[in-house]
């Protein structure tokens, strides 16, 4: 009885008080939208505070990547809570885990990245690599190199500089955003070719075209940065098509554009290697990085910096002084205690190696259970990460009216134990284990789609 009123209160207190993001906000607090009160968490389940368990196919929000209930991580985080819960990193003070944790992101790191800057969240790091892309640039005497350009579907958060450079609509529409000067490119996804009859490289050079097109119209002298996820997350996680960054990355060098490779989901093992840009060849100025940085056990982000542009802000703080950016949680002691902590659990436990090896069976396996299906018009992925995208008539591209028939699909794989993401403005069931997940695991979260796609759509 004790738990039942006190679990009645929560709900209450939930709909009262708490302002949920991506949520119905008029649903949630008539009762009427779905409510789950998370109380623990153990390898790849989550609880429940009603003792339903459920396979969480998502890694929260592809962050968990060590798996929940690791205590390793959560005792560096009690002891350092108690010796030095927090201090500030300006005017050039540190805490010891913040310096350990630097040197094991900076290991990691592609051997042209110089240092890294500590945050709390991935949009954040976003807000950082474009105001220091505006910095280095007016340093180099080149201050009307201002623009950003990003690529429609890409996500990059949902602050004011970030929710400009993320490219969802939803993210923009009634926020007054994007802010000027955030240009958007097209999504480099060959299902959404704008002609049927074009071939893989064609599509490829039509790509290639409209970047450059973009520059030229508005002047390369005006941009300063190119922002991109290695493969697309949050917009339907989309890998490019063969060749894509090759040519980018060219287009950007002979235009004198920065680089900025979004690593918030890739990054620390997600595709089978370190980071993204290590699958893809990648050399960029800027690497966004957060989520897998702790596996979410506490809030971190980062901005890893090149060293050419390094050189150019430390030059400039020699002519003009401090570099005056910083949040008050930079670089705090708890969090980077909980990144050194899970960084080490990736290395002992090989996660990036399992990652590669659990994310070839989630592919294949998903590909024979519902490749087959008449509704389903592809199914893609790269390394720990795949979707399955549904039409309402493939052979025609042809999309169902409303982005309503994935969340069906979601629901009916949560009421068989198993979470899966129903991705924003798409029908398109995303899939983003913990990188600890296991091959029985695999196989229940694959069973599950396929039950319930047939079950939506027989």
Known sequence: MIDALRNDDLAAWDRDNLLHPATHTAQFARGEAPHRIVTG??????????????????????????????????????????????????????????????????????????????????????????????????????????????RWRGYHGSGLVSGS??????????????????????????????????????????????????????????????????????????????????????????????????????????????????????????????????????????????QRVFDVLKDGSDEFGPLYHGWTYSAHPISAAAGEAT????????????SGRMGTRLFAALNEAVGDHPNVAEVRGEGLLAAVELMADPSQRAWFPTFTVAPKVAAAMLSRGVIARAMPQADVIGFAPPLSVREDEIDTMVRATRDALYEVLP
């Not at 959560?74 to 002891?79: T, Y």
């Not at 005017?91 to 885990?97: D, I, M, R, Y």
């Not at 960084?343 to 399992?354: H, K, R, T």
Request: hydrophobic content about 40%; proline content about 6%; overall charge negative.
């Open 165 to 306: 450079l993320t490219g969802l609509k939803g993210y923009h529409e009634r926020f007054n955003l994007p802010l000027h000067g955030f240009l958007h490119t097209e999504t480099p996804h060959y299902l959404r070719r704008p002609d049927a009859d074009m071939s893989e490289p064609d599509y490829l050079d039509w790509l290639i075209a409209e970047l450059e097109a973009m520059i030229a119209r508005e002047g390369p002298e005006t941009i300063a940065a190119f922002i991109g996820e290695p493969i697309m997350g949050t917009g339907g996680i989309i890998p490019p098509p063969p060749g894509y960054w090759s040519r980018v990355q060219d287009v950007l060098n002979r235009h004198d554009i920065l680089f900025i490779a979004d690593e918030v989901v890739t990054g620390f093992g997600r595709m089978g290697t370190m980071f993204g840009s290590d699958f893809y060849d990648l050399r960029p100025d800027f690497m966004t990085i957060a989520k897998g940085l702790t596996s979410a056990y506490a809030p971190l982000s980062g901005s890893i910096i090149s």
């Open 41 to 150: 968490g153990d390898g790849s389940f989550i609880e429940d505070r009603d003792g339903v368990r459920l396979l969480d196919g998502f890694a929260g929000l592809y962050c968990v990547n060590v798996g929940y209930g690791r205590t390793k991580i959560a005792d560096a985080i009690a002891k350092q809570a108690q010796k030095l819960a927090y201090y500030h990193a300006y005017a050039g003070t540190a805490s010891p885990p913040a310096i350990r944790l630097a040197k094991m992101v900076m290991d990691r790191a592609p051997n042209h990245m110089a240092r890294v800057y500590f945050g709390l969240s991935g949009s954040d790091a976003n807000e950082t690599n474009v105001k220091l892309s505006w910095h280095y640039q007016i340093l180099r005497g080149k201050p009307e190199k201002t623009k950003i350009i990003s």
């Open 343 to 354: 960084l080490e659990v990736v290395d002992e436990d090989d996660l990036v190696g399992n």
